[in-house]
């Protein structure tokens, strides 16, 4: 049998409980910022007529819905 003082015994539960309580914090801080990204990815601004927009699609340069103007995708950069 392994033997271990009371105080010994609640230290390695405290670690153990903060050990688990960062790993969910870390876990949940890089799934907030991959979901950020991709929002970000559809996210587009006309640089004619200003108007805020989305785009699903595959295209490099998707056409602005209210002027035509077509619309250079901005590169992802994390700050």
Not at 22 to 43: M, N, P, S, T, Y
Not at 48 to 57: L, N, P
Request: aromatic share 10%.
């Amino acid at each position: 049998m392994i033997r271990v003082a009371l105080s010994q015994l609640f230290i390695y539960y405290l670690i153990a409980i903060l050990t688990g309580l960062l790993a969910i914090w870390v876990f949940g801080d890089w799934r907030r910022k991959r979901k950020e990204k991709q929002a970000r990815r559809f996210h587009l601004v006309c640089n004619i007529c200003g108007i805020s927009y989305e785009d699903r699609t595959d295209d490099d340069i998707p056409p602005c819905p209210k002027c035509g103007a077509r619309n250079e995708r901005a590169t992802l950069r994390d700050l």
